[in-house]
């Protein structure tokens, strides 16, 4: 039971570092990024290569997944996305739909459809056992990983002059651009860094979520929940909703295993119903 | 508007002048008329059924498809509901059809009509769902509708046979009379008929009133409501319509094919439905119809050098038709094909 609350909890982290870049670009740009998770598919995949063709160890690999997915974020954004802003919701969600194809065509020819393995570092495997609670060494570690960005990013968010004014973006886009504040510049810093983000979670994630070629639209409408649900506003929002998700996801699948998809979709509508407009309350 | 209501001497509360109803009737009618080209597009459709006799398959598909892609048209072309979840209705009608001819009702329209009426009710029921929120919500719970189905469809195997699909469909004459064969003559000319029936329905549906209110409800829901269209109400009605269309192509698929798989309730088709329309451009019922048929030389000519990777090809056309901007490309083409049959 416990153990199965830990697992669960491990897997919300992996949905929260996942996508709370989602978040913001939802919340600042009202943007319908649906591409999302092909960023996250593209750390998993730097970790691979990383390892199996330069012998990079594991956890070395992860710091580059994360700045790789940050490049390959702000190269995009700059080029592509931007473009988009202005557009209506109907071209956003073409436009990351086509994304999506391409990431997945593009990942199927370069490394084959299969689903990869990563070879965790011996010290990450196996479980232990504390208190009569059955730990799975790597979930713990991608816990305590995942803590620890959690407060990072809470302490930038609310610190620092940047997280000031990103906040002041994400509440009223035109008042902070009257004010000063460069909006594109930080949105694209943000984008970056949320990119960069979904493809640590991605490596991070590769060995419980599995990762193959339809990664992206395997966890879209993981990711939207979590958005949708959690909000834009704040990091607690979404931090909140990962967890319930992933608690949620793993207890279904494990006590109605025939029912277990059921139980987060079924979750979902039932949330829009009651509340419309999400906690996303700025959506137009 | 204070331009209308100067034109209109007609006070509140009564019918307008008869000159002004005249003009209503007029441009009603005026919208309803038959357009030289739209003759010619059916009549080389017609022809299609005799001059090409060895692509029946293919041509069945892309009736089909370009039904699927009229009914995804009804709500994103002219209520601008965008759905990522229409697959829903699709599969729903086809595992519909299909089990009816399993469980001994080989008749095909029975079936077909049953699949109309059982996504009827389904899209009445989740239009209420449908309605609440903003694109993004409506998309997120469209696509939940659908994951939903698929995950039932593939749990419910003793029903649907799971991820083996739905086998052993054999359909008995087309009202008692026109066997299926071999070469998808039959099947082809029944999944064109039933298109252009309702093809038929569409075009007199959008061409009346209820059309033109709902072209308001898209183009501007809040002054909709305001001169008194029913906005919600419209949106329901017109949600309705187009799960019916949706299941009809889907239940076409499932008899003319004769198999059912999981597959129809996929993501991808929502997807596929949703490029279809756009390709062909929304919003003048003949874009889904256009739309299959270049999607499907597309994917024929693509598959030919790589079978396997024709999303990508297809990813980044997606992204250049936005980047292009979507009107401007299915427009440059329109405004071409207009100027070419004015010469003619």
Not at chain 2, 169 to 183: K, N, Q, R, T, V
Not at chain 2, 250 to 264: C, K, N, P
Request: charged share 10%; glycine share 10%.
């Amino acid at each position: 039971m416990l153990t199965l609350l830990f697992d669960g909890i491990a897997y919300g982290m992996l949905l929260f570092i996942l996508s709370c870049g989602l978040s913001v670009t939802l919340g600042l740009m009202n943007f319908v990024n649906l591409a999302h998770g092909a960023f996250a598919m593209a750390g998993g995949y730097a970790t691979i290569v990383l390892m199996s063709r330069f012998d990079v160890p594991f956890v070395a690999t992860l710091p580059l997944a994360f700045l790789f997915t940050a490049a390959l974020g702000l190269v995009l954004e700059r080029t592509l996305y931007r473009q988009l802003y202005g557009k209506s919701h109907l071209d956003q969600v073409l436009f990351s739909i086509g994304l999506v194809f391409v990431a997945v065509a593009s990942v199927d020819y370069l490394m084959g459809s299969q689903q990869q393995i990563i070879k965790l570092p011996a010290a990450l495997q196996g479980r232990v056992e504390i208190l009569g609670v059955n730990i799975g060494i790597y979930r713990s570690f991608i816990i305590a990983i995942c803590a620890v960005l959690v407060v990072v990013l809470q302490l930038i968010l609310s610190k620092t002059r940047f997280g000031s004014r990103l906040r002041a973006a994400v509440d009223d886009r035109r008042v902070a651009q009257g004010l000063g504040i460069n909006v594109n510049v930080i949105f694209a810093a943000t984008f970056a860094v949320g990119s960069g983000l979904a493809g640590l979670g991605g490596a991070l994630g590769a060995e419980i979520l599995g990762l193959d070629p339809v990664f992206p639209l395997k966890f879209m409408i993981y990711f939207l929940i979590v958005v949708t649900v959690g909000g834009t506003t704040t990091l607690t929002g979404p931090f909140i909703a990962s967890l319930v998700l992933g608690v949620a996801d793993v207890a279904g699948k494990y006590y109605v295993p025939a029912a277990g998809a059921f139980v987060i979709y079924t979750l979902m509508i039932v949330f829009l119903l009651v509340r419309p407009q999400g906690l996303f309350a700025r959506a137009r | 508007m204070t331009i209308g209501l100067a034109a209109d001497p007609a006070p509140a509360g009564h019918h307008p002048a008869p000159a002004t109803a005249a003009r209503v009737v007029d441009a009603l009618k005026r919208r309803r008329r038959w357009r030289p080209l739209e003759t010619v597009f059916w009549a080389a459709t017609l022809a299609s059924v005799l001059l090409l006799p060895s692509k029946h398959l293919i041509l069945n598909e892309i009736a089909i498809l370009a039904l699927f892609a009229l009914s995804l048209d009804l709500i994103l072309g002219f209520a601008g509901v965008i759905s990522l979840g229409h697959a829903a209705f699709f599969g729903v009608g086809a595992y519909c059809a299909g089990l009816f001819a399993t469980h001994g009702i080989t008749e095909p329209l029975v079936g077909l009509v049953a699949a109309g009426v059982l996504n009827a009710l389904l899209g009445w029921a989740t239009s209420y769902l449908v309605l609440r929120g903003s694109d993004l919500t409506r998309l997120m719970v469209t696509m939940g509708i659908a994951l939903i189905l698929g995950e039932l469809a593939n749990q419910m195997a003793w029903l649907t046979g799971g991820a083996d699909g739905l086998q052993g469909i054999s359909m008995g004459p087309i009202a008692g009379w026109f066997e299926f064969d071999l070469f998808g003559t039959t099947a082809y000319a029944y999944s064109l008929s039933v298109l252009f029936v309702l093809f038929l329905a569409a075009r007199r549906i959008t061409n009346s009133p209820f059309g033109l209110s709902l072209l308001s409800v898209r183009d501007n829901p809040l002054r909709a409501a305001a001169v008194g269209v029913p906005v919600n109400g419209r949106l329901v009605q017109v949600y309705t319509l187009a799960a019916a269309y949706a299941g009809v192509a889907g239940a076409l698929l499932a008899q003319t094919t004769q198999f059912v798989s999981v597959d129809v309730l996929e993501f991808h088709r929502s997807a596929d439905v949703m490029l279809i329309l756009i390709i062909g451009g929304t919003g003048y019922l003949y874009g889904g119809l256009v739309g299959a048929v270049l999607f499907k030389l597309l994917q024929d000519l693509l598959a030919g050098f790589t079978p396997q990777y024709w999303h990508f090809w297809i990813g980044i056309f997606l992204i250049a038709l936005v980047l292009v901007g979507r009107e401007r490309m299915v427009g440059g083409v329109a405004a071409a094909v207009r100027r070419l049959a004015r010469r003619t």
